[in-house]
């Protein structure tokens, strides 16, 4: 019985990225626009204007931009918890 008659067409998805050698960086790339999306939803919901966030992040507009870029992997740890906790949430880091 061949693979396609089990139902087993081919590696899953991650086993994919893996062999291709992409797996970290697409996950990073993931992570980044779901915060993306979390933190300008939230904005939306609370109505927080971008000019708004950055005053409280004591930063830039144009940097506020950069952080809600999906495709921007310049932004480190401290400056998405600031944004988290200036929208009333928490950033959580796991290591599994």
Do not use: C
Not at 33 to 61: G, H, N, P
């Amino acid at each position: 019985m061949s693979d396609i008659e089990k139902g087993k067409i081919g590696s899953s998805f991650e086993e994919f990225l893996h062999e291709q050698d992409t797996y970290a960086e697409t996950t990073e790339l993931a992570v980044k626009r779901v915060i993306a999306y979390q933190l300008e939803q939230s904005m939306k919901e609370k109505s927080i204007t971008k000019v708004a966030m950055a005053k409280t992040l004591k930063t830039s507009r144009s940097q506020l931009d950069r952080l809600l870029d999906p495709k921007n992997d310049g932004t480190t740890i401290g400056t998405l918890a600031r944004a988290a906790e200036a929208i009333g949430m928490t950033l959580s880091v796991e290591l599994r």
